[in-house]
Structure formats: structure tokens, C-alpha cells
């Protein structure tokens, strides 16, 4: 786990948005192999795209062979209402930069079939490749996308309700009216998000200051939905001072001297770099159990050796080259005595009387 | 409907792109304020398109996007009355080709001022100049030619049902009564004032009247019937006699003050339908805003008093764009002349104010400095206020999804220590057709 602490929220929200623009540069993508960005939506993300739409208007980035998937959206509301997730993402980001119409995918609210719709969505991640790299943002109760309390970890896209208490907290952005409200979403799930080769969560503010504290001083738990980030082999959470409120001074400070060493070092906590430019791309390996693990609704309870904890793909460590195995030879072809080889025992003189009485 | 179907090569985009312009980093004229926003439009349509739905839904990008650097983007100009321009009169007796030729220099010029729709309007005249006149001034919009230049949304009569007493320049002689909607259909033209069938609107899209003259009160609802605009003004009417016009369906008052009686406190006279005391709706009214017609403060007085109806008019005559000197100009059955002296417009051999030679960007700089008015504002006066009175909101003066793409880029100057707006480009249906 890294940890990026910053004492403002617009500094964490440029380091995160540097960040993305690095990976992108250094992946180099091109139409065949475009580098996958998955999308949050919310109020943490906005300076993020503030300040990759500035870039891109200076000339710094394009977003020209980017693929982005995003992590959620409300069910039944029409899809172009002010508050839906594609009114977002088009108002903050999609209008402003050169992102191809057909790279961006955002889930359907308004699917006739919302199940299927999920497990398009999830066979369109994986037709892409896989996402390289996950951003995201917490609600005060540590969800990642729609993903609230008591979600499984082993979780993919699919129809959630959401909790009474999301539901009054959105009403503001429906009129104080909470039959406006939508009362479901569609969300990746949260092994969806494991998946992804590299997750960035950003975390501002106070009030998201005792969700960070569970993921990263805490253990995995499904009431934090965030801490499954512990089970990712590349996380990033970058956030401000306040968030860190009830982190332990010795926590930040440890992270805090990370970073300051490997700055030092001149090596910033960087990606094995099969995962920074992409080719190979190391297949994801994803254990299909049976059709009903693909469906969204969990139907089984899931063996007790979780794919959490088997998600890891080993591929992406450099693995140590083994000793060849022992294939024994006879000692007498290594010696350079002409008709040694055919000597059958290593006695030659019974060998000779042997020869001498079949010649006779 | 045909009308929405690109009906010229000319409007096909050139170089096979799909005609997508995306104007950013521009303030958009929206409501009451400037939003920094991006706009699409699209000129094939002619529209200003959904951007949010051609991404989603069409996968389209814009084919070009024009950085603004900032200025203002505002819909493009309604100019309610205007006499004629750039050296030709509407109410002048041609032959009709030589006539429309004349009609469709002056719609090329008159987009480079910012106007991108207006009201061709004839003043008091003989009939035979109506019939001969009114069909050229039409509807043309329909066309959707951007090179087309500025297009009419109907003709604007103003006359001869007028007082002879508050004729201002129109010849008294001309000037007539009507008792009965027929008198209108022998002045006008029974085709220029009632269409035959529904889907082609009449010629004539407003009429200014005297209604305190014949019956005319009694015939307004057959004027508005028709989908015609009925305007007081040339007007004695009382308070009482213009309130009835309004409650029959009067919706506008021409040139707000000139030619009508002045405020009286015991009886407050046209101005006085602009106050809340009936229960009547105000009507829309129309202000020269050229500093001869009207005192800086009285414009000020009639903003405040009803602010969503102030629209701002040139009434410029033929010699606006013209060097000074003395232009001869056709009057009824007579032929006087009209001295130009800069923008001031006397009739020969008397002090009468004959009409203006200002352009409508020049009257927004004007009310803008007069007023302390926001830019907004001023703007809505020339765009969405006229087009709410011409019953065409969501089609012209304003930026919503749907509308019309006639867009006008403003710079804001300073000119002299003072605001002043200047018309940057010009955009016709999606088309740039002018650029400073």
C-alpha cells in the first residue's frame, strides 16, 4: 500500500492527476493497445479532472487511445437528467478533452435487462484487457463505488440498492424530494475493482477521516469496503491532511518518510514495469468456478478459500529461474577412451574372454 | 417538416466532416448571467445541438473547435424594426426581381452587424406598394442557407392605421381607419396578412396600429388570430383605451414613448399599461435607444419598469451605412428628402426625427452605458426578449438544445473609459458568415 499525504486537497488532487498523466505517457498507448482507465464519480474526483482537463488543454495529455470504464450509475433516472453519472462525466470531463466516444463505457441505468447489462459490462472489461488503472473515491462510510457497507469482497457489477441513508444524503441533489430519489445503481463490484492492475483511491477531507483510518490501520472487512484494497498488489490512496485525522501521528509519519526516502532514492515507489507499459499484457486469471458466479447475483456462498485471496496473478513477479532437473547420464561418455563406450562392464578382461568364446 | 431538412448543397459541410462545431472557453449568454460553457452546433441541422446526446448516443466529435479565448457568445440579433438599410428602402415601388435582388443584398450586409433575424418593416404607405412589397418580405428562414445572410421572420407594417396626429415622418395622407377586418385585407393584401394554408406563415408577422382609430380594438382579435403581432403605437390612445388593446391582445408597444402621448400623472397614457395596476398582462414594447429619440434616464425608467419586456429596436432607415448628406426617400405618394448628420436623421425643412441610422450593437453599447445595466441583460433585449414576443423562444435569441445555431461573438472593448461591445463574428445556422 502506498500512502500519499498532501497538506492541501488541491495538491493531492494534482498529484493523483500527474500520476494518471505519467502512467498514460509512460504506457505510450496506441489504438491496439490503449491503456484502460476506470472513472469514479462524486464530489473527491472533481479537482482530479479539473486538472487533467487543464493539461489537456495545454497541450500535455491526450486522451486519444484511452478506454475508460465507469465504476457506477443510478437506475431509472433518464440517462441525460443533471444528476445522473453520464451527465457528470460528460459536464467534468468527456466534454472538455478528446476521449473517443466509443472508448468511454458507462453503465446503462435504463437497461431493459439490468442483469445482463452487468455481465456485458464485466465482459467488456475483460475484452479491453483488463483496467490498468482503477480510480476511485470513498463515500464517508469507506464504499467504494456503490459498494456500501456489508458488500461482498468477491463482488462484481451488479444491481445494488442503496442504503436508506445514501438515499436522504442524495436528496439534496433531487430537490429535497426523496421520491426523486433513485432507490438503485448499478455498480462494479468489488473484485471488480481488485482486478484492475493498479487501484488509485483519492480521499479528502475530515469526514472521510475515520474510513481511511479502517483501511489502512485496520483489518479487511466487508463493512469498509475500501480495506479489500489491502488484498491488491499495487494500491495508491492519496489524500489530505484532514483525512488523516485519525490516523496514528506514527502511521503518517511512516508513510510520510516512505515517500521522502524513495524520493531521495530517485525511485518513487514505481509499478514493475510490465505493469507501467502494458505489453504483455499478463493475462488475468480469473478462477470461473461455474455460470453462477459469473451471473450478478451471488446464488452460492463462495468456498472458503476466497479468490481474494488467490487474485494475486503471480506472473507479474520476476520469477527466479529453477536449477534444471537431474537427468542422470552414464559417467563412461564423459571419459575420451575410444571403445570405452562400448564396454558393457567394467571389468574388460572377463568382457574379452566373453567376446573371444562367442567368436570361436 | 421539410423546413428541418438541409434543402441546399451549400449547407452540406465541405471537406466530408460531419458539420460539428464545438465553440469553447466562451462565455454563453444563459438566462440572466454569461456561463462558462462549451457549445455545439451543428451545420447541417442548422441547430444548436445536445452535445451530451451526439456523444453518447451518435459517438460524434465536433470537427472543429473553435477557442473563444474567453469573449462572449450570445445568440444572434433580433432587430424588430428596421426600414430599410445599406441604401435600400423596404417601402419602395420595384420591379419584383429588381425588388428581391435588393432585399437579399441587404439581408448579406445586414448579418455582419450582428442581426441575424429581423423585421423588415414598411412604413405608412399606398396600398399598391404593400401588395407589390409584402411577399418579398416574408418568412426566408425556412431555406437554411447560412450564405444567405440575415433572415426575415415576417414583415412588420407599421401603418397606415395610425394617427394623423402622432404620425411623426409617415404622410398623413396615406394614413387610414379600419371598421372591419376586410379594410386590413384591401390594405394589405387578403394573401399577405391571412395565410391559405397552415404550414406557410402570412408575410406580414406584426402590425402597428392606432387602436383608439375606427374599430380597431374590436379587430385585434382577429389580428392576432392569424399569428400577427398587433403593436400599439402613432398612437393617442388614453391609458384606458390602450389598456383595452391590451386586454383584446395588443402584445407590444412600437418605439415606446415617440409618437404616442407623453406620461401625464392623471392619466399615464400608453406608458401606463407597463404598470401592474390591471390585472392584465404587460405587454412587450419596443425603445430607440440612440440618444435622440429618448433621454438616457427615460430608457432607464422604461427598463425598470418592466424589464422582461424591454426590447431594444434601431428603427434605422435606408441611410444607416451611408455617408451623410441629403437621401431622397419615398413617403406615401410623395417624395421627400431625409438629411443624415451622422446618426441623426432629420426630415428636410422641419425638425423632425425621421427614424435612426444606428445599429442594434450600437444601441446595446448605448443601454449598457446609460443603464449600469450587466451585459446579460442588455443582450437578453436584442435576443430572447424579442424572440419571446415573436412567440419563437427555443427557436431564436437564445442557446438551448434545439435552437436555431445564429450566434453572434462579442469582444468587450473600452471605448473611451466606457463598456462597448463589438461584433467579433457572426454565425448563420451553424456557419460562419462574417469575421472582423
Given at each position: 500500500m502506498?500512502?500519499?499525504?498532501r497538506?492541501e486537497?488541491?495538491a493531492a488532487s494534482s498529484y493523483?492527476?500527474?500520476?494518471i498523466?505519467?502512467r498514460?505517457q509512460?504506457f505510450n498507448p496506441?489504438?491496439?493497445?490503449p491503456?484502460?482507465?476506470?472513472l469514479p464519480?462524486?464530489?473527491s474526483?472533481?479537482g ?11 497541450g500535455?495529455?491526450?486522451f ?7 465504476m457506477d450509475e443510478?437506475v431509472?433516472?433518464?440517462?441525460d437528467?443533471?444528476e445522473?453519472y453520464?451527465?457528470?462525466m460528460?459536464?467534468?470531463f468527456?466534454?472538455h478533452?478528446?476521449v473517443?466516444?466509443?472508448n468511454v463505457?458507462?453503465?446503462?441505468g435504463?437497461?431493459?435487462n439490468?442483469e445482463a447489462?452487468c ?5 467488456k472489461i ?5 483496467i ?5 473515491g470513498i463515500g ?5 463505488a456503490f ?17 436508506y441513508d445514501?438515499i436522504l444524503a ?9 421520491e426523486k ?11 471488480t475493482?481488485l482486478?484492475s492492475r ?5 480521499i479528502l ?6 474510513a481511511?483510518?479502517r483501511c489502512?490501520e485496520?483489518g479487511v472487512n466487508?463493512?469498509?469496503?475500501l480495506?479489500s484494497?489491502q488484498?491488491h498488489?499495487?494500491?495508491?490512496i492519496v489524500?489530505?491532511?484532514d483525512?488523516?485525522?485519525?490516523l496514528q501521528?506514527k502511521t503518517?509519519k511512516?508513510?510520510?518518510s516512505?515517500e521522502?526516502?524513495?524520493?531521495q532514492?530517485?525511485f518513487?515507489q514505481i509499478l514493475?514495469?510490465?505493469?507501467r507499459t502494458?505489453?504483455?499484457?499478463p493475462k ?6 461455474s ?12 468456498p472458503m ?6 487474485a494475486?496473478?503471480?506472473t507479474?513477479?520476476?520469477?527466479r529461474?529453477v536449477?534444471p532437473?537431474l ?5 563412461a561418455?564423459?571419459?575420451g ?13 572377463q568382457?574379452?574372454q566373453?567376446l573371444a568364446?562367442v567368436?570361436a | 417538416m421539410?423546413h428541418s ?6 449547407s ?6 460531419n ?13 440572466n448571467s454569461?456561463?462558462e460553457?462549451?457549445l455545439?452546433?451543428?451545420?447541417i441541422?442548422g441547430?444548436?445541438?445536445r452535445?451530451?446526446?451526439a456523444?453518447?448516443?451518435d459517438f460524434?466529435l465536433?470537427?472543429?473547435v ?14 424588430c424594426q428596421?426600414?430599410g ?13 429588381v425588388?428581391a ?6 439581408n448579406?450586409?445586414?448579418v ?6 429581423y423585421l ?7 396600398s399598391d406598394?404593400y401588395?407589390?412589397a409584402?411577399?418579398h418580405?416574408?418568412?426566408?428562414g425556412?431555406?437554411q442557407?447560412?450564405e444567405?445572410?440575415?433572415e ?6 407599421e401603418?397606415p392605421?395610425?394617427s394623423?396626429?402622432k404620425n411623426?415622418v409617415h404622410n398623413v395622407?396615406?394614413?387610414?381607419e ?5 379594410d386590413?385585407?384591401d ?5 399577405n396578412?391571412?395565410s391559405e394554408?397552415s404550414?406557410?406563415p402570412s408575410?406580414i408577422k406584426m ?9 380597431m380594438t374590436?379587430?385585434?382579435p382577429?389580428v392576432?388570430a392569424?399569428?400577427?403581432i398587433?403593436?400599439v ?6 391609458y384606458?383605451e390602450?389598456s383595452?388593446a ?7 408597444i412600437?418605439?415606446?414613448?415617440n409618437?404616442?402621448?407623453?406620461l401625464?400623472?392623471r392619466?399615464?397614457g400608453?406608458?401606463?399599461?407597463l ?6 398582462p404587460?405587454p ?9 429619440h429618448l433621454?438616457p434616464t427615460?430608457?432607464?425608467?422604461a427598463f ?15 441611410m444607416v451605412g451611408?455617408p451623410?448628406g441629403?437621401?431622397q426617400?419615398t413617403?406615401g405618394d410623395?417624395?421627400n428628402?431625409i438629411?443624415?448628420k451622422?446618426?441623426k436623421?432629420i426630415l428636410e425643412?422641419?425638425?423632425r426625427?425621421a ?14 452605458r446609460?443603464?449600469?445595466a450587466t451585459?446579460p441583460q442588455?443582450?437578453r433585449?436584442v ?7 415573436l412567440g ?6 437564445c ?5 436555431d445555431?445564429?450566434?453572434?461573438v462579442?469582444s468587450?472593448g473600452?471605448g473611451?473609459d466606457?463598456?462597448e ?6 454565425w448563420k445556422?451553424?456557419?460562419?458568415v462574417f469575421?472582423?
Amino acid at each position: 500500500m502506498r500512502l500519499i499525504i498532501r497538506d492541501e486537497s488541491e495538491a493531492a488532487s494534482s498529484y493523483v492527476a500527474n500520476y494518471i498523466i505519467d502512467r498514460i505517457q509512460h504506457f505510450n498507448p496506441t489504438p491496439t493497445h490503449p491503456f484502460v482507465l476506470g472513472l469514479p464519480t462524486g464530489s473527491s474526483p472533481l479537482g482530479v479532472y479539473k486538472v487533467l482537463v487543464e493539461k489537456y488543454k495545454a497541450g500535455l495529455i491526450s486522451f486519444e487511445n484511452v478506454v475508460t470504464f465507469n465504476m457506477d450509475e443510478y437506475v431509472g433516472i433518464p440517462r441525460d437528467h443533471s444528476e445522473s453519472y453520464h451527465s457528470f462525466m460528460w459536464k467534468n470531463f468527456f466534454s472538455h478533452v478528446n476521449v473517443n466516444p466509443n472508448n468511454v463505457h458507462i453503465l446503462n441505468g435504463n437497461a431493459p435487462n439490468l442483469e445482463a447489462e452487468c455481465v456485458e459490462y464485466e465482459a467488456k472489461i475483460k475484452r479491453a484487457g483488463g483496467i490498468d488503472l482503477f480510480l476511485g473515491g470513498i463515500g464517508e462510510d469507506g464504499h467504494i463505488a456503490f459498494n456500501e457497507p456489508g458488500s461482498s469482497l468477491a463482488s462484481r457489477t451488479r444491481v445494488k440498492t442503496l442504503a436508506y441513508d445514501t438515499i436522504l444524503a442524495n436528496s439534496r441533489f433531487f430537490e429535497n424530494d426523496i421520491e426523486k430519489v433513485p432507490k438503485m445503481a448499478l455498480t462494479v463490484g468489488v473484485q471488480t475493482v481488485l482486478e484492475s492492475r493498479e487501484v488509485v483511491v483519492i480521499i479528502l477531507g475530515a469526514r472521510k477521516a475515520s474510513a481511511l483510518q479502517r483501511c489502512i490501520e485496520q483489518g479487511v472487512n466487508h463493512m469498509w469496503t475500501l480495506s479489500s484494497l489491502q488484498l491488491h498488489p499495487h494500491p495508491m490512496i492519496v489524500c489530505d491532511e484532514d483525512a488523516t485525522l485519525e490516523l496514528q501521528v506514527k502511521t503518517v509519519k511512516y508513510f510520510k518518510s516512505i515517500e521522502l526516502v524513495a524520493r531521495q532514492q530517485g525511485f518513487e515507489q514505481i509499478l514493475p514495469s510490465s505493469i507501467r507499459t502494458g505489453p504483455p499484457i499478463p493475462k488475468t486469471v480469473v478462477d470461473e468456478v461455474s455460470d453462477e458466479v459469473q451471473s450478478p447475483t451471488i446464488l452460492a456462498p463462495q468456498p472458503m478459500t476466497s479468490r481474494l485471496l488467490r487474485a494475486t496473478p503471480a506472473t507479474e513477479y520476476p520469477v527466479r529461474s529453477v536449477s534444471p532437473d537431474l537427468v542422470p547420464d552414464r559417467m563412461a561418455d564423459r571419459v575420451g577412451v575410444p571403445d570405452l563406450a562400448r564396454r558393457l562392464t567394467p571389468q574388460p578382461e572377463q568382457q574379452q574372454q566373453r567376446l573371444a568364446s562367442v567368436g570361436a | 417538416m421539410p423546413h428541418s431538412l438541409p434543402s441546399s448543397p451549400k449547407s452540406t459541410p465541405k471537406n466530408g466532416g460531419n458539420g460539428i462545431t464545438k465553440f469553447t472557453n466562451c462565455r454563453i449568454l444563459k438566462d440572466n448571467s454569461l456561463v462558462e460553457e462549451d457549445l455545439w452546433v451543428n451545420s447541417i441541422t442548422g441547430k444548436i445541438i445536445r452535445s451530451q446526446a451526439a456523444f453518447y448516443d451518435d459517438f460524434v466529435l465536433p470537427n472543429q473547435v473553435i477557442n473563444l479565448g474567453g469573449r462572449i457568445l450570445s445568440p444572434g440579433f433580433i432587430e424588430c424594426q428596421l426600414n430599410g438599410a445599406f441604401g435600400f428602402n423596404f417601402s419602395t415601388l420595384l420591379e419584383p426581381a429588381v425588388y428581391a435582388k435588393k432585399v437579399r443584398e441587404v439581408n448579406r450586409q445586414l448579418v455582419r452587424t450582428g442581426v441575424t433575424s429581423y423585421l423588415p418593416t414598411i412604413t405608412s404607405q399606398r396600398s399598391d406598394i404593400y401588395k407589390r412589397a409584402l411577399p418579398h418580405l416574408g418568412p426566408s428562414g425556412y431555406r437554411q442557407v447560412a450564405e444567405d445572410g440575415a433572415e426575415s421572420v415576417g414583415a412588420h407594417v407599421e401603418g397606415p392605421f395610425l394617427s394623423p396626429t402622432k404620425n411623426g415622418v409617415h404622410n398623413v395622407d396615406v394614413l387610414r381607419e379600419a371598421d372591419t377586418f376586410e379594410d386590413l385585407e384591401d390594405c394589405y393584401g387578403p394573401t399577405n396578412i391571412s395565410s391559405e394554408d397552415s404550414y406557410e406563415p402570412s408575410p406580414i408577422k406584426m402590425v402597428t396600429a392606432a387602436p383608439e382609430l375606427g374599430r380597431m380594438t374590436e379587430l385585434i382579435p382577429e389580428v392576432t388570430a392569424r399569428g400577427i403581432i398587433f403593436s400599439v403605437g402613432h398612437s393617442e390612445a388614453t391609458y384606458e383605451e390602450a389598456s383595452k388593446a391590451v386586454a383584446a391582445g395588443a402584445t407590444m408597444i412600437t418605439h415606446l414613448f415617440n409618437a404616442m402621448r407623453p406620461l401625464h400623472h392623471r392619466n399615464p397614457g400608453i406608458f401606463g399599461v407597463l404598470g401592474m395596476a390591471e390585472s392584465l398582462p404587460r405587454p412587450y414594447f419596443g425603445i430607440i435607444a440612440d440618444g435622440e429619440h429618448l433621454h438616457p434616464t427615460t430608457i432607464k425608467i422604461a427598463f425598470n419598469a418592466h424589464p422582461d419586456g424591454f426590447i431594444l429596436v434601431t428603427d434605422a432607415m435606408h441611410m444607416v451605412g451611408l455617408p451623410d448628406g441629403a437621401y431622397q426617400w419615398t413617403n406615401g405618394d410623395c417624395t421627400n428628402h431625409i438629411v443624415k448628420k451622422g446618426p441623426k436623421l432629420i426630415l428636410e425643412g422641419s425638425d423632425r426625427i425621421a427614424g435612426s441610422s444606428i445599429t442594434l450593437i450600437e444601441c446595446v453599447t448605448n443601454f449598457l452605458r446609460w443603464s449600469g445595466a450587466t451585459i446579460p441583460q442588455a443582450l437578453r433585449a436584442v435576443t430572447s426578449t424579442p424572440a419571446a414576443m415573436l412567440g419563437m423562444q427555443g427557436v431564436k435569441g437564445c442557446l438551448d438544445d434545439g435552437a436555431d445555431a445564429d450566434l453572434v461573438v462579442l469582444s468587450e472593448g473600452l471605448g473611451q473609459d466606457e463598456a462597448e461591445l463589438v461584433i467579433d463574428e457572426v454565425w448563420k445556422f451553424g456557419t460562419k458568415v462574417f469575421s472582423r
